[in-house]
């Protein structure tokens, strides 16, 4: 079956302008998650979604970044006025609900976002 | 906060070597603790984990046994192969549903 795809897989951009990356779930997850990896380091939390509902939106590094979630589906992270720090790969992840330890989250390849 | 420590990379071992990724973590509470890996051009996958204290999660020829005397999580396999070679990632669970992660270890297996 199909697992978590993410689009594009690369993104570069002029600092200044808007982004939107997109993440397709495995059908069927209520859990969805959004991590961030800057280059020689470990992931980030960002954002987690249970349906379309983000009941924790702590891990977001800055106003500049929104995300939503619509149809229990397909999510979408926006980052506003791009800097070069935002510059990383920005993973998302699904599962069939929360709790890690017990539901697996299984992870798109990525969309790795480059801010000249 | 929770926070993950692993090996800094990266390794390279010939194949069939032993391989040995260190990994301790700091948490409050029980945690639950992982190993992802991720090949090449691919995204990451869980390889194994253990959700308490002594247990042994095993996965491919990998095992990692919880040691909460040590807060340690070793990753160790007996014979690489050529294959194995990916960027293999700790993580740690202490509550609710966010993964905290390591920096990440990159091996490379050469023939």
């Known amino acids: 079956g199909a697992g978590v795809s993410q689009s594009p897989s690369n993104k570069v951009t002029e600092k200044g302008k808007d982004v939107e990356l997109r993440c397709d779930p495995i059908?069927?997850?209520?859990?969805l998650y959004w991590y961030r990896q800057r280059l020689g380091q470990g992931l980030e939390f960002l954002i987690y979604f249970q349906g379309n509902s983000a009941p924790d939106k702590s891990g977001l590094p800055s106003d500049r970044f929104s995300a939503e979630r619509t149809g229990e589906s397909v999510s979408t992270l926006t980052i506003q006025r791009t800097q070069q720090e935002d510059s990383a790969v920005y993973l998302c992840?699904?599962?069939?609900?929360?709790?890690?330890?017990?539901?697996?989250?299984?992870f798109g390849p990525g969309t790795r976002l480059t801010v000249l | 906060g929770d926070s993950v420590t692993q090996m800094e990379g990266p390794v390279t071992l010939s194949e069939e070597a032993f391989l040995t990724i260190n990994c301790t973590y700091t948490a409050t509470g029980y945690p639950s603790l992982f190993w992802y890996v991720q090949y090449p051009g691919e995204g990451l996958q869980l390889l194994l984990k253990a959700t308490k204290a002594d247990d042994k999660g095993s996965n491919k020829g990998f095992e990692a046994t919880y040691r909460k005397e040590t807060t340690s999580f070793h990753l160790e396999k007996g014979s690489v192969q050529v294959s194995d070679s990916a960027v293999y990632f700790c993580a740690l669970a202490s509550s609710g549903y966010a993964l905290n992660f390591g920096k990440g270890t990159s091996l490379l297996v050469t023939p």
């Open positions: 059908s069927g997850h209520t859990a």
């Open positions: 992840a699904s599962s069939l609900t929360r709790t890690p330890t017990y539901n697996e989250q299984f």
